[in-house]
C-alpha cells in the first residue's frame, strides 16, 4: 500500500473512520440508525411533512428512481427535507 492510500484511509474525514469497528475485520458501525424508518423514493413528497424524520431508500425497480440519476436537481428539494438518504443503486442484471 502506497503512503497516499494508507494516509487516505486513516484520514478522519473518511466517513468509515468515524465509527468505531467491530468485530474481527473492525467493521465500521453506527448505532444512529436504530429508531430510523425507512421510505421509499417513490413515496417522497414536500407536502407530506410527517415522514421527514425518515431515511429514504432506493430499494426500489430502476425505473423508478432513474430520474434521479439524470437530473438529480428535480429531486434535490424534496431529498433535503429527510433526514438521510441512502445512495440509489441500480441493478446488476442486463
Avoid at 500500500?1 to 466517513?15: A, D, G, I, V
Avoid at 430510523?36 to 411533512?49: A, C, E, V, Y
Amino acid at each position: 500500500m502506497t503512503e497516499e492510500n494508507y494516509r487516505y484511509r486513516t484520514s478522519p474525514l473518511f466517513l468509515r473512520n468515524q465509527f468505531k469497528g467491530k468485530g474481527k475485520v473492525q467493521m465500521p458501525v453506527s448505532d444512529d440508525f436504530n429508531d430510523l424508518l425507512l421510505i421509499g423514493f417513490d413515496k417522497i413528497s414536500t407536502n407530506d411533512t410527517k415522514h421527514f424524520n425518515r431515511m429514504v431508500h432506493f430499494f426500489l425497480y430502476d425505473y423508478k428512481f432513474e430520474r434521479v440519476w439524470k437530473n438529480p436537481d428535480i429531486d434535490l428539494e424534496k431529498l433535503k427535507c429527510y433526514r438521510a438518504v441512502l445512495s440509489p443503486d441500480f441493478s446488476m442484471h442486463v
